[in-house]
Every structure is written in C-alpha cells, then in structure tokens.
C-alpha cells in the first residue's frame, strides 16, 4: 500500500531533550516536505527536499533541522525543544515538486513541558 | 507571496443539505489550486485540484468547485452532505516555486 508513515505518532517530552520524529514515504517520491499545523494557523512549511541531498527552509524552520540522505526517509529533528513547538506535525511527500499533489502522513501530536 | 483566506472557521449543516465553503486565495500570476480533507485523527487527503482549463472540477467523495478569476475565489461545493463529511477542510495554493500555502481551515459539523 502506497503511504507515507511517521513515528511515533504521539509524543510529550521536556524542554531541552533533543527528538527526531521519522518520515518515511514508500512511493518512490522526489519530494517531501514537513508542516506543523496550529489552532486557527492552519499548516505552515517548516523544511522541505527536493530530492536526495537537497533540503531547504520553509516558512517557521527556527528551531528544526532536516536530512535527506535516502530518497525514502525524511527525519525532523529537534536538537532543544521547547514549549513554543508543541503542535502537530505532518509529513508529506509528492513524485516531484512540479507535481503540487502531496501524500500526508496520520500526524505526530507533540507536546513539550 | 500567496495567501488563503478561509472566512468561515466552522459551519454546521444539516445531513442530506448542500454544502459550500468558501475560499479566497492572493496570487500574482495563475494559481494552481486545492482542497484537501483532514477526518479526525487523520492526515489530509486532497479532494480535487485546480490547474488550468474547464473551471468547474470534480473530486472525490462527490465534491466539486469552481474556480473564478475574477473574484480570487475557489469555492467548494456538495449537492447533499452525509454524516462522513464532518472534518476539517484546507484551501491551498500552489506557486510557481512548488511552494503550497493553506488557509487555516474550516470545520465541518454534520447534524442528523
């Protein structure tokens, strides 16, 4: 079945204690993005890759690093969390950036404390 | 830089009554536009898009909207809603740098 998976789906942690939250896309997509999605604010970009190598910032990147060393896997780090970045995150994956159609994973809900 | 505009926060309609939510978008050029449906707990799936030609597109799920240049508008429509049309739903636009930008949604609330 084609999808995109993220893990874990929920999690609460302290501020400071760095986290990666996993993306993986089984589609063979170029593209993939994360967004956090807030009350009211609806989904704003945090990074995004193009492709293998190749990631760039997105609208709120302050406080989140990404990497994309294989075509499949897209993790979000948060080297110190802190409470400002409990939210919902969501990640998503299209063929190519041209394609504009994207596949969102089910969505980490973090908390931070 | 492009921007939605999502004027209703949540409508409540009855089932088997038509539906419309409406969508403004802020773009230079010719936008590539969409609507995506997030169920609760879920992550979003896109019910139809917008790229040129015939303004009137049909998605899935028996959703249609119209897109009119004139007004900035790309409203989304159902004839007669069932009870599983109660979710969030996002308007976004595409640019031509890839990047999509989405309004801050609107709720739906279905009741019997």
């Known amino acids: 079945e084609a999808q995109v998976t993220q893990n874990p789906r929920y999690l609460i942690t302290v501020t400071g204690k760095k986290l990666t939250v996993t993306c993986s896309q089984n589609m063979n997509h170029e593209y993939m993005s994360w967004y956090r999605q807030d009350p009211g604010l609806g989904l704003r970009q945090i990074y995004y890759?193009?492709?293998?190598?190749?990631?760039d910032k997105g609208d709120v990147p302050e406080g989140y690093k990404v990497s994309r060393k294989e075509k499949r896997n897209f993790p979000l780090i948060l080297e110190s969390p802190s409470p400002n970045q409990t939210s919902l995150y969501f990640c998503a994956s299209s063929l190519k950036a041209s394609s504009y159609e994207q596949y969102f994973g089910p969505g980490t809900r973090l908390t931070v404390t | 830089a492009q921007s939605v505009t999502q004027p209703d926060i949540h409508i409540t309609v009855s089932e088997g009554a038509s539906l419309e939510l409406r969508c403004n978008y802020s773009y230079g050029a010719t936008p590539y536009l969409f609507w995506y449906v997030q169920s609760p707990g879920q992550g979003l799936q896109l019910l139809l898009k917008?790229?040129?030609?015939?303004?009137l597109v049909q998605g899935i799920k028996g959703f249609e909207a119209e897109f009119k240049r004139s007004q900035s508008s790309f409203n989304l429509r159902k004839p007669s809603v069932h009870w599983s049309d109660a979710a969030e739903y996002f308007c976004?636009?595409?640019?031509?740098?890839?990047?999509?930008?989405f309004g801050a949604g609107t709720t739906v609330t279905v009741r019997a």
């Open positions: 976004a636009v595409g640019s031509n740098d890839y990047k999509l930008s």
């Open positions: 917008y790229f040129s030609g015939d303004t």
């Open positions: 890759s193009m492709n293998v190598e190749v990631t």
